[in-house]
Every structure is written in structure tokens, then in C-alpha cells.
């Protein structure tokens, strides 16, 4: 029989209508592999086998019954940052602990309501707050990949899988779900997407409720999927996305259907290509990648055109003073008062500070006193002002550029995967991982990182399109084009089964 | 700084040592909007209710949970504004005003700074005898905190949420108040053009209204001094006293050599002191920001020009319209405007009767009536409909005044139809010049030395009307039984 976790959403979507397998047999396939894998990879920090084997049974009446909703059966992942209604989430942080939502993220409803299952919580960066998955406080997500060393054989060193959506791309490359729902904030989908040899979108800001999704920055934050190919993002993508009244901020337009767009080509679609992203340090792996993204592009009947993004040096700056001080208003609320982690003090001042002390890790403590620093009478003005103002000519820069092109081309990360650890003491590297994503959080665009191609060490690595808002569709046209091109890059030996 | 035309008034000034002060008063009065849900979430505001019961996931800031903006709160800051003469900006944004307090969940409250909802606008005031316009600087909408409870526990505190959420409106006025008279007058004003518009109840007693007052002095002339800020004042004569109190300590200080430092105080009714609460180094960095879960607020002339076209009548107009058109004289008038109910059941009792005596009986006997037992007009035993007959009977000489304050006695103790109250308990007045006649004959007959000391004093006509009445149960026409008199006694 062949091994269930390795289909694709669409693949298993087929086999589930057509009654080769039930969504019963489906979902246990992936709880077997998680039990198997969780020890050594951590994705998942929580599991619900009991919950996701009911939805499963509920789907297999409704397959039986032949009224499938659109994710029948399908089983997913979640990262812990969304709150599930009755499950523990933690946004891996200490300080909430013991917190059990008594509702659910919209993104959330809006999967389960379309017939998806839950195989649990994923593991990421505290408060979404990295790039390596390793500020969490369940330990650090190990990545699936490993790099070859010169016999060929693969190294046993652990490497990370990017963040701060480490769980759900790991998951997703060592199939232990079909897809899984992420985060970006800064590029907290696409780097770990392009980390894992996985598809990640970040859809246009306001694409997704925010709503009962736990924030970090509240104007960058936004929801999108984690999947194995283009379509999979695609199928998830037009579930997930809806206009929400409970979130001010998400936009009321139609969804397309996103996996109608996919076979259109990009025939006489005008690709940018941003002088500014060829930044010093890049990798020459990433150099030749992004070469190749252009051919396979042009090959395909695109025309290419160098565009200039003036503004993209200040992006990284701007974005940890915005990202920051926003976020130090947003993690106000875990104050020990009404729930999660409290640890007594003699005063409520020294309780205030012994439970924030204790419950937030350090990458967490340092954004938020760099974000109360930039708000601060006397600090405002030269810092998170003005970085309002540069954001604004960021956006300006992408207002420019669709004068004259459709989509840009971007390699999404500078390097590929990295130890665990590697950059762990050296926030200014890790914040660097961000530099070619967070322009597009600043600006509210969409964004996808589709793998691409493979480094001399046999690492992943992947290319990032940008596109107008609301404009997920041309995204999708084109990465279906790079990755028809370029194929697919599966996990060479799942390493963690014989490991045990 | 725009100077008051009252500035210079002698009157206001205070006496010092060294000659006179002058005070300089501003004043910051949060007023609770009136709605029936919170001005970001959908739990209701209903006051009295049992803790922690009107509180939605919102208001105790759980994890994930956004703001979305109450359309009724935001129209009623804006007929609010449109009350006060005020700027209607189109375009406000919401702030977070950080800091940390067990009863302000998300750590920060949701307000305006830089750009409120409404700009500047004016109320005009009366106070010892002169009219004068007072300044509004900006009316801004913003989230009440919730409320910790001291004494419940030997160890811990308490946190009630029921107010967490609730919609405020902060209406900031120029610092162009001159005594605590006018700073009273422009509370009270102000809390009657709340009232009237119906976008906030003004109860000081439930804490729906409530002040901070800015007091600084100065001797006339001169710069403004160093002001100092005394925090949530919840009643008008507590606003009189706590300034009065402050400002005779800051002219005291100064004129020891002192300077004043700028601080916030709390006012200590009991004591009668203002005393410290922080100063200005202790004061809190808010580090304002635009709130990023809400998008900036943007109204339509459509939206405003709606809600202006719907706004009720003002207590101004209405005061200058029941001089016109009821021939009231102004202190009458600012009486009956002072309240829109007592407005209205003025004109109702009014409508088609004599203003004039309508408002001698609104005033005089009903509201006398009403404070004596402490009762509201609305929970009036007496209906502007029956008060209007009582009215009708006296105009058409059924009854006399003196039996009518008897017949209201009867309609406000047991109610019913006053004209038929008369009718059965045989009050109307008696015209019938033979049965007085008869009377007066009995009265001079029996009185002589009365009747002597009448013709050499001509008031004394006053006891033999009195001797009338009595004996004829009030119900004599007081008219005929003068014009009898006079003539029996053959005086002019």
C-alpha cells in the first residue's frame, strides 16, 4: 500500500471522492508518522488525535453521504498561535500556559468548516518573534532536511527549518500533515517555505481574519497557508481567506478560485526584477537560483524588466521599529492578571514583573523594551514616526513598479537552512534571514516562496514572487510555472524513522 | 492663549496678602456615552449588573480578540458635537494610550490624541449674572476602564470588568473659566445639553459624568501660573469646593515664595484638602500610537448633515423660545429648560393656556412640590394634562386660586379628573351676589367697631374679605366680595 502521508491536498482530495481511502485511514497514517516523528522533529507541540479522528469519521459520513465540503477530510496542521476553541494555545510562550481558548481563530472555523481535520498545534517561535524556530518555549522544531557532506551521505547535524512558522514547514516537508496554516509577519511563511522545499503564501493584508489569532504586529500580521505544491496552497488559501466584521482590518472582496488560475501561464506577464535585492552576502546558489527563476519565466513567455525599490535598504531598520513597538502594546495584555502564567511578587508592580520576567524568553523581552524604547516620549518622533514615514515610501517604491510590471521575482532568502543555534546569539544575522520578506509586510502585498532548486550541500532553497494586492491569483499562475520548471524537492530519506 | 472677556472682572478675584489673585480654570468632563453595548465590543453597558457579567472576550483582552467600532457611539459623539457648535472632523484616528493597571486588560486604553472626532466648539454659560461663552477645545471618544475592588479580600484585590469597554466621551474646555461658579455653571450646562441631545445620562451619582479640574492662579495680567490637575471630581459642589480649596493653596504657597508644582491631586471632600497623587516627573509616558487594528475613522457629510438634521432642541433656544413666544421672563425660562422633561411638561401644561400662569404652577407649586418629597418630574403624581385642567378651572373662574392649591393637593394624594374633583366635592367658586350679600350683612352686623375702624382705614377691608371666605368655605369669589364690601362699608 502506498504510504498515505506522502500525498499531495489534491491528490488526497481525488482518492477521498473516489473512495480509495477514507479520511478515517487518512488521518491515522498521519497520526502514526507524527508519533513517530514528533520525538526528534518537535513540530507539533500539542496533538489531537482524538478530536481529529472524530472529524474524520463526521467527514467520511459526508463523503459517504456525497455532500463533501471543499477540505473533506483533509488533515492539517496548526500553528500554535491560532486559538482552537477547547485546545490549549500557547503561541509557544511560557506566559500562556494553561490557556485553553473557549473559541476559535476564523481562519481556523473557516478550515474545520470546510471539512478539514486537525492533527494538532505546531510548534513556532514565541509569539511568532523569529526566524529559526528557536525562540519557542517547547524547544527548538528540527528540520527534515539535512545537508549532504562530501560522500553523499547526509550530515546528522540538526538544522533549523526556518521561522517563525518552523512547526508547520517542518510538518509539511516530513508529511506529517497536509498542509498547515502559518503566520507571516515579517516573512514568517516564506522563509520557513523556502527553508523546507514547501510552497508558503502570504496573502494581501486584510486577505484573512486576524481575528482569535494571537498578535505580534497587528498591522503586518497576516495568515496563509503552508503546503507541499502550489495547487495545495492554492486549495487552502481559498478556504482560509474570508471578509470577517470581527476584524476591522480584513477587506471585503470576492475569493477567487485560486486553483482555476493556476493553468493559465504567464504568457505576456511582465516580471520585475528589483535591482536592490542583489545584496551583498547572498549565496551564489541563490545568485544562479534567481537566474534560473528569470529563464524559466521568459521560457514560459513572461517578459523580464529590471525595476528599482529605492527604499528596500531601510526596509529591515524600518521593520524592527514598527514590528517592536506594536508588539510591545500587543503583549501588554499578558500581564498575570486574568490568565496564563502569574508568579506572585510582594506588590502588583513586582508581580507584573516577576510573571512578564518569567514568562516571556528573551527574544521576546528584547522587542518588547526595543519597541517601548522607539514609542517613548522623546523617541517617537526619530524612530517609530519616521519609520512611518519610510514605510510609506516603501509602498510607494511597489506603487511605482506595477506601473510597468505584473509580479516581481525575488529570491525569498539570503542563505539556505542553518544550524540550530548557528545565529541564535547574533539577533542582527538572524533579523537579516527577513531581508528580501519584510518589504512586502510593509507594504500589505502578497507574497509566495516556491521552491526552486537545491544548494551544492543539498539544502532547499526557493524563489519569492510579489504581487499587486489582492492579486493572489497571478502569484499563484507564476509559481505553478517555476515549479513545473524547477519539480519537486522531497526530504531525501526520512532519517528520523531509522534514528529511533 | 485666548483670553476670556471675563478676565478682568473684579468680582472674581480673590484676596491674597498681597492684593488679589486671579483663577484660571480648565476643565476635562468625562461623560459615559449612552448605548446599549460598548464602544468596541458587543457586551452591554447596563449599570448596577453583577460583576464581570457584561464582559465579552474583548473587553477582558484575551488572546486574538480585535476592536470593531459601536456606529452608535461614534453618531453619538458627533450629535454630542454638533450640540456644542463644535467642528465635526471627518476623519479621527483611535490610539493606544499604554500603561499597565489590573482593571485595563489590554494594557492599553483605545482613545483619541492627535486627531478626536470633534474640534473646538462653545457653550454659552450664566453665572452671577453675566452670560458668557466658554471654549471647547476638542471632544474625543475613548474606552472606560473597569474597576478594582480594595475590600473583599484580607490579601488580594478584586477586578470588575462591567465597565471595561464602556464608550467615554472626554470634552476638553479652554482654560477660560474665571471662579468656580462658572466652572459649576459650565458642568451643569454642560451635563443639561447632554441630557437634552440623549447621548449621555450626566448621572454624577453613577459615575456616567465625571470631572478633572485644572486650576492654576495669577494676578490679573499676568502669564499663566503652573497648573495643577485634580482628578475625577463626581459632583458640581465638589467642583466648587476642590477649586475653591486649590486655589487658595496655590495663592497661599506663592505668596509664602513658594512656586507650585505641576502635579496631579485628588480632591478629599471630607477633609476639604487637595493632596498630591503624583507629579509631574511621576507622570506616566503613555507612548500614544495609532491603534493598528483599527482603521482610521472616516464620516460623510451625508452621515453629520443626518444627524444634525435630527438633533432635538437645544436648551438655548428652547429658553429663548418660551420668553418669545409664552412671554416668560428669563429666570423662569432657565428654569424650565434646565431639564428637557421639565421643558416639556411646561409647554404640554402650556399649550393653548396662559404661559404665564402655567409657569407660576409648573414652577411654584409642582416643583415645590417635587423636591419637597424628592421626586423626579417624570415620577410625578400630578400629569401635565391634569396640572393643565387645574389650570383651565382657574382661568375660567371656576375655582378660586386658593381652592386650587387644594384641588392640586387632592389630584397629586388621589389622582383623578380635576374637573370632576370639583364637581363632586362642591369647590367651585360661589358669584352669586345674593348669598355674599347675606354674609357680608351677618359680618358688619356683628362687627361694628370693625366697620368704624374700616371707614378710617381703608386696608382693613382685608379682615371682612377674610371673615367672607371663611364663612364661605374658600369658595366666595374673591372679586364680587370686594366689590360688595366696598360697598356696604361705603369705601372707595
Keep these: 500500500m502506498t504510504d498515505l502521508t506522502k500525498l499531495t491536498i489534491a491528490e488526497a482530495r481525488d482518492k477521498l471522492r473516489k473512495k480509495e481511502v477514507s479520511a478515517t485511514e487518512l488521518t491515522q497514517a498521519f497520526i502514526d508518522a507524527i508519533e513517530v516523528a514528533n520525538p526528534q522533529l518537535n513540530a507539533y507541540v500539542r496533538t489531537t488525535p482524538e478530536l481529529a479522528l472524530k472529524q474524520a469519521e463526521e467527514s467520511d459520513r459526508r463523503l459517504k453521504s456525497g455532500d463533501a465540503r471543499p477540505l473533506e477530510g483533509l488533515p492539517l496542521g496548526n500553528k500554535d498561535l491560532f486559538c482552537t476553541k477547547d485546545v490549549e494555545t500557547t503561541a509557544c510562550s511560557k506566559i500562556l500556559e494553561g490557556f485553553t481558548p473557549t473559541y476559535e481563530s ?64 517542518a510538518a509539511v516537508a516530513a508529511d506529517l500533515c497536509l498542509g498547515a496554516t502559518a503566520t507571516d509577519t515579517g516573512g514568517s511563511i516564506r522563509q520557513p517555505a523556502a527553508l523546507t522545499g514547501t510552497v508558503g503564501i502570504k496573502p494581501t493584508y486584510g486577505r484573512c481574519s486576524r481575528w482569535g489569532i494571537v498578535a505580534f504586529a497587528s498591522s503586518l ?127 502588583l508592580i513586582d508581580m507584573y514583573e516577576n510573571s512578564r520576567a518569567a514568562g516571556f524568553g528573551k527574544e521576546v523581552q528584547r522587542r518588547v523594551l526595543i519597541g517601548t524604547y522607539v514609542l517613548s516620549a522623546g523617541y517617537y518622533d526619530a524612530y517609530y514616526l519616521k519609520a512611518q514615514k519610510v514605510r510609506t515610501l516603501i509602498k510607494r517604491d511597489f506603487d511605482d513598479a506595477w506601473q510597468s510590471v ?54 532547499p532553497l526557493g524563489l519569492q514572487l510579489i504581487g499587486k494586492p489582492f492579486d493572489e491569483a497571478t502569484l499563484f499562475r507564476a509559481a505553478q510555472v517555476i515549479e513545473d520548471a524547477a519539480g519537486h524537492f522531497k526530504v531525501p530519506q526520512r532519517w528520523w524513522e531509522t534514528a529511533r | 492663549m485666548q483670553e476670556s472677556a471675563t478676565a478682568s472682572n473684579p468680582k472674581n478675584l480673590i484676596e491674597g496678602a498681597t492684593g488679589k489673585w486671579e483663577v484660571v480654570i480648565g476643565l476635562e468632563v468625562h461623560a459615559q456615552v449612552a448605548s446599549k453595548s460598548k464602544l468596541f465590543s458587543g457586551a452591554a453597558t447596563a449599570f448596577g449588573a453583577e460583576p464581570n457579567s457584561h464582559v465579552s472576550l474583548v473587553d477582558a483582552a484575551m488572546p486574538g480578540m480585535l476592536p470593531v467600532i459601536n456606529a452608535e457611539c461614534i453618531a453619538q459623539a458627533v450629535r454630542t458635537g454638533l450640540g456644542l457648535n463644535a467642528k465635526i472632523n471627518l476623519k479621527s484616528v483611535f490610539d493606544r494610550k499604554n500603561y499597565f493597571y489590573p482593571d485595563l486588560p489590554q494594557g492599553y486604553q483605545i482613545s483619541q490624541f492627535k486627531q478626536p472626532i470633534v474640534g473646538e466648539g462653545e457653550i454659552e454659560i450664566d453665572a452671577d449674572g453675566e452670560t458668557l461663552t466658554i471654549g471647547i477645545e476638542r471632544l474625543h471618544l475613548e474606552q472606560d476602564a473597569g474597576k478594582s475592588v480594595h475590600d473583599q479580600h484580607p490579601d488580594y484585590s478584586y477586578v470588575d470588568l462591567n465597565r471595561s469597554g464602556v464608550a467615554l466621551m472626554e470634552i476638553v474646555s479652554k482654560p477660560e473659566m474665571r471662579s468656580s461658579r462658572q466652572a459649576q455653571a459650565y458642568v451643569t450646562k454642560l451635563r443639561t445639553i447632554l441630557r437634552y441631545l440623549g447621548t449621555s445620562d450626566g448621572d454624577m451619582e453613577k459615575g456616567n459624568l465625571r470631572a478633572d479640574v485644572n486650576v492654576s ?70 507612548r500614544y500610537f495609532p491603534d493598528p487594528d483599527l482603521l482610521p475613522l472616516e464620516l460623510t457629510m451625508d452621515f453629520v448633515g443626518e444627524l444634525e438634521a435630527s438633533l432635538p432642541e437645544l436648551p438655548d433656544a428652547k ?70 385642567a387645574i389650570v383651565d378651572l382657574i382661568s375660567s373662574n371656576t375655582i378660586s386660586g386658593k381652592i386650587a392649591k387644594d384641588l392640586f393637593e387632592i389630584v397629586w394624594s388621589e389622582g383623578g379628573d380635576p374637573a370632576e374633583i370639583v364637581e363632586a366635592r362642591g369647590m367651585k367658586q360661589v358669584t352669586d351676589t345674593g348669598a355674599i350679600e347675606k354674609a357680608v350683612d351677618e359680618i358688619i352686623a356683628a362687627n361694628p367697631d370693625k366697620v368704624e375702624q374700616a371707614k378710617a382705614k381703608p386696608t382693613m377691608i382685608g379682615w371682612f374679605v377674610g371673615q367672607v371666605m371663611k364663612v364661605s368655605g374658600g369658595k366666595a369669589n374673591p372679586q364680587a366680595v370686594n366689590e360688595i364690601l366696598k360697598q356696604k362699608l361705603g369705601i372707595e
Design chain 2, 319 to 388: 429658553k429663548e423660545r418660551f420668553t418669545q413666544e409664552f412671554g416668560l421672563s428669563d429666570y423662569d425660562a432657565t428654569v424650565l429648560v434646565a431639564e428637557r422633561a421639565s421643558a416639556d411638561y411646561f409647554e404640554a401644561v402650556a399649550s393653548g393656556r396662559d404661559g404665564k400662569v402655567a409657569a407660576n404652577w409648573v414652577i411654584n407649586e409642582l416643583f415645590g412640590r417635587l423636591n419637597k418629597e424628592g421626586k423626579d418630574i417624570a415620577d410625578s403624581p400630578v400629569s401635565a394634562s391634569q396640572l393643565g
Design chain 1, 221 to 347: 500580521d497576516q495568515a496563509g497557508p503552508l503546503a507541499k505544491t502550489v495547487r495545495d496552497a492554492a486549495i487552502m488559501l481559498r478556504s482560509m481567506a474570508s471578509h470577517d466584521p470581527k476584524d476591522s482590518t480584513s477587506v471585503e472582496t470576492p475569493v477567487p478560485d485560486y486553483e482555476l488560475a493556476l493553468a493559465q501561464g504567464v504568457k505576456g506577464l511582465r516580471v520585475g526584477v528589483p535591482k536592490e535585492y542583489r545584496v551583498e552576502g547572498m549565496s551564489p546558489d541563490i545568485e544562479r537560483l534567481w537566474q534560473e527563476g528569470i529563464e524559466w519565466l521568459k521560457a514560459a513567455g513572461a517578459t523580464i524588466h529590471e525595476v528599482s525599490l529605492p527604499h528596500t535598504k531601510f526596509a529591515l531598520p524600518t521593520y524592527y521599529v514598527v514590528a517592536p513597538a506594536e508588539a510591545s502594546s500587543n503583549l501588554a495584555r499578558y500581564d498575570g492578571v486574568r490568565y496564563g502564567l502569574r508568579v506572585e511578587g510582594k506588590d
Design chain 2, 217 to 286: 492662579v495669577r494676578k490679573p495680567g499676568d502669564q499663566l501660573g503652573t497648573r495643577c490637575e485634580i482628578k475625577n471630581v463626581n459632583s458640581i459642589r465638589f467642583i466648587g469646593q476642590a477649586i475653591e480649596t486649590e486655589a487658595r493653596r496655590q495663592i497661599d504657597i506663592l505668596e509664602a515664595g513658594g512656586k507650585i508644582d505641576q502635579e496631579t491631586r485628588l480632591f478629599d471632600p471630607g477633609k476639604g484638602e487637595t493632596r498630591s497623587m503624583r507629579s509631574k516627573e511621576e507622570a506616566h509616558d503613555y
Design chain 1, 106 to 169: 476564523t481562519v481556523g472555523s473557516n478550515l474545520w468548516n470546510a471539512g478539514a481535520v486537525m492533527l494538532g498545534k505546531l510548534n513556532c517561535d514565541e509569539f511568532a518573534m523569529g526566524s529559526s524556530n528557536e525562540t519557542s518555549a517547547y524547544g527548538p522544531v528540527v528540520s527534515p532536511w539535512r545537508r549532504a557532506g562530501a560522500d553523499g551521505q547526509l550530515t546528522s547535524e540538526n538544522l533549523v527549518p526556518g521561522g517563525s512558522s518552523g512547526g508547520s514547514s
Design chain 1, 406 to 459: 505584473d509580479v516581481l521575482l525575488t529570491p525569498t532568502t539570503p542563505t539556505p537552512a542553518f544550524k540550530i543555534g548557528e545565529k541564535l546569539d547574533d539577533p542582527m544575522a538572524m533579523y537579516a534571514q527577513d531581508i528580501f520578506t519584510v518589504t512586502v509586510n510593509m507594504a500589505g502585498l502578497p507574497g509566495i516562496s516556491v521552491p526552486a532548486g537545491i544548494s551544492v550541500d543539498g539544502l
